[in-house]
């Protein structure tokens, strides 16, 4: 199969970016890569608009310098996107013409064999019935001494590294036409909660405009498809952006684990593991002060 596209979404953070495609270009398929890069435009509000206009300018006269890659095609947001419609459009844009898609963000960077292993695990995993997208980082949780597979199957999806095909990709209903169903459904509640009790709340914030997050529809999508996310046991990556702009800074749920250089042996018959699992549902569980919160604001 051809190289599956890379996707790289960015705003207005060059020094990161810079890092993201350095760490990027080391990987020996680059040269074989189509990159597409999209550059969200600069906020309207006067607060920060002339300030946010000159960060952006400096990341888009940083983008004509890139090489390393087969082709870098740069697409520039004339007004601000915002990083869920980009990822939406952008990645339904790309994924239309090549079937696939590895998706990255401006402040992630990635081992020398990233490529290798989002490529090979595409093609691998393709015509899987579990898999629904693969990722390059996995959660700092505990897995079992017993677990002996280089890869695992979790019902929450990944923003950081990750990738799909476009018979996935377009199962996903953005507006979310049945949420006020599922969200009366206790026992639709309690299953999505499985990777995570976080998740409930803040599909809650999504769909009242709180926050806007691609990344929680994708994970509801998974869940409504009763297909998941394949993780290597070890991360490919590593989030970079603790500064303002993130929230990753302030939750030790979301830190780092260290890189993995080497090889993920692919596993034909992956299969979800119920402990696997429930570390995981452990590690995102809410502390008490935050679940009363929870009832509080949003009465789940």
């Known amino acids: 199969m051809p190289l599956s596209p890379i996707v790289l979404f960015c705003y207005n953070r060059v020094d990161h970016l810079r890092e993201t495609i350095n760490y990027l270009a080391k990987n020996p398929l680059a040269r074989e890569s189509i990159l597409y890069i999209f550059s969200d435009g600069p906020k309207t509000n006067p607060a920060v608009g002339k300030e946010d206009a000159e960060r952006v300018q400096k990341v888009r006269s940083y983008l004509p310098t890139i090489e390393g890659f087969a082709d870098v095609r740069i697409k520039e947001a004339e007004t601000n996107q915002g990083l869920a419609n980009s990822v939406i459009r952008g990645v339904s844009e790309v994924i239309a013409q090549h079937g696939r898609v590895i998706v990255m963000e401006d402040d992630i960077i990635c081992t020398t ?63 979310v036409a049945d949420y006020n169903q599922f969200i009366q459904d206790s026992k639709a509640r309690q299953a999505f909660s499985a990777s995570g009790s976080d998740l409930i709340p803040m599909f809650a914030k999504q769909q009242k405009g709180l926050i806007s997050s691609w990344a929680i529809r994708w994970s509801y999508t998974h869940f409504r498809q009763k297909r998941y996310c394949l993780y290597p046991i070890r991360s490919k990556v590593e989030h970079i952006g603790y500064d303002a702009g993130t929230n990753f800074g302030r939750f030790s749920r979301f830190q780092n684990t260290a890189l993995h250089e080497g090889k993920i042996k692919l596993t034909a018959d992956v299969q979800v593991n119920p402990e696997v699992v429930q570390n995981l549902k452990r590690h995102f569980k809410p502390s008490l002060l935050r679940q009363m919160i929870n009832r509080y604001k949003y009465g789940i």
Do not use: C, M
């Not at 995993?125 to 990722?135: A, M, Q």
């Not at 590294?161 to 996903?172: A, H, I, M, Y």
């Open 113 to 175: 064999d990233f490529l290798d292993f989002q490529n090979a695990a595409l093609d691998f995993y393709e015509h899987h019935p579990l898999v629904f997208s693969i990722s390059g980082y996995l959660y700092p949780f505990s897995i079992p001494s017993t677990y002996s597979e280089d890869v695992l199957l979790l019902p929450r999806a990944s923003s950081l590294g990750w990738s799909t095909w476009k018979n996935r990709w377009e199962l996903s209903d953005w507006s």
